[in-house]
């Protein structure tokens, strides 16, 4: 008790002290922490064409890496059959080649904002397997080739597994079955050799879900085929994941020789609805659901800071294997978990507030990082 205590006090302190200090005298999380990974963030449109003035800003002083939020999915790069659509991919890749930054392409084959035609036929029926073969390598090649030697790596496959250990069933798994993922991974390094190649996936602590992805990971190895890192998508609540299981999970992988990577992390404050990443899921708007509109609390903040500092705290120990750790968005307005799953929720998950103010917890850490390396 006297530990819960302290936390919140330390926190409620903390948060009071941070409206005063403008986030660029904040040290840089990429000088604080960089030499341990990767300092990664998702990025939105109007961030790379810097629309969002601020927002621009504090991915140039805080990050060395910046990952597509959604510019480079197949509904808003490849629309249509024979159409691609350059316009806010290419300023996203130009962003991180303006500011020195490492750019990181997401994603490559995803059932979910899937471009609409990209699995049918005129007629409205799935496609031969020829076809998608055809489609996939077309699309993957085209993507990747346009940006060979500027994209350092890519999502190839993204979120193929269930909880339980099998394969969603998507178009993909569906018409190819489980070959649409090696396919996958062959014709991003034929696009791109030098390219590094990852796959993603959400709950990659779920036992079922984990061991399904070492075996996966390590049939691509036996095929020679190349896969550098595995994403952990960092999607969190207050009462999941289980600690002891993401840190199981992170050994696991890291034993497949796979780099580990800390992928989409945010962590909802709010009541948990679902623990899944799949935006097509809806649940209807209910007004105990979306309890802090105006803001946490103090004592919720504190609370929540204190969990992201143990899982920050965590990837740090695993550096040596964890290559990257992404937020999944610059600041609090920026979430995909504001409306989900349920429209007019608001969520404070990301490590910048809602006026571009590090969070506590993550302050606390730099600037004792920051005086352990001085």
Not at 41 to 64: L, P, R, S, Y
Not at 154 to 179: C, H, M, Q
Not at 188 to 196: F, G, S, T, V
Not at 303 to 316: G, Q, Y
């Amino acid at each position: 008790m006297k530990k819960i205590l302290a936390t919140l006090f330390y926190a409620s302190g903390a948060i009071a002290a941070a409206a005063s200090v403008p986030t660029v005298a904040d040290t840089p999380l990429k000088d604080v922490f960089g030499d341990k990974f990767r300092v990664a963030v998702a990025i939105n449109d109007n961030q790379a064409k810097e629309t969002d003035a601020k927002g621009a800003e504090v991915v140039k002083h805080h990050f060395n890496t910046i990952v597509a939020e959604n510019v480079m999915k197949s509904e808003e790069i490849h629309p249509q059959k024979n159409v691609y659509f350059w316009d806010d991919a290419d300023a996203f890749v130009k962003f991180g080649e303006d500011n020195g930054m490492t750019v990181i392409g997401h994603c490559l084959i995803w059932h979910s904002q899937l471009a609409p035609w990209f699995p049918y036929d005129d007629e409205g029926n799935y496609v031969s397997a020829d076809t998608l073969k055809a489609r996939m390598r077309d699309h993957i090649h085209t993507v990747v080739g346009r940006y060979k030697g500027r994209v350092k790596g890519w999502d190839v496959v993204n979120e193929a597994i269930i909880e339980n250990g099998s394969y969603r069933k998507t178009p993909f798994y569906e018409i190819l079955g489980e070959e649409f993922i090696p396919l996958a991974f062959q014709y991003a390094h034929e696009a791109d050799p030098d390219a590094e190649l990852y796959y993603n996936d959400y709950g990659m602590n779920v036992p079922g879900r984990r061991d399904a992805v070492v075996r996966m990971v390590n049939d691509l190895k036996r095929r020679g085929l190349r896969i550098d890192a595995i994403g952990m998508q960092g999607h969190m609540g207050m009462d999941y994941p289980d600690f002891t299981e993401f840190e199981t999970a992170i050994k696991a992988f890291a034993g497949t020789g796979c780099k580990v990577m800390i992928t989409e992390w945010d962590m909802s404050a709010l009541p948990t609805l679902t623990r899944s990443a799949n935006v097509g899921d809806a649940v209807a708007f209910r007004k105990a659901m979306n309890p802090y509109p105006d803001g946490l609390p103090a004592d919720v903040a504190a609370l929540w800071n204190s969990r992201m500092d143990a899982f920050f705290s965590m990837f740090m120990r695993y550096s040596d294997v964890i290559s990257r750790v992404t937020a999944w968005g610059v600041s609090d307005g920026d979430s995909w978990k504001n409306g989900f799953p349920m429209r007019g929720r608001v969520d404070s998950p990301l490590l910048f507030d809602r006026n571009y103010e590090m969070k506590p917890f993550l302050r606390k850490l730099s600037e004792y990082h920051k005086t352990e390396i001085e």
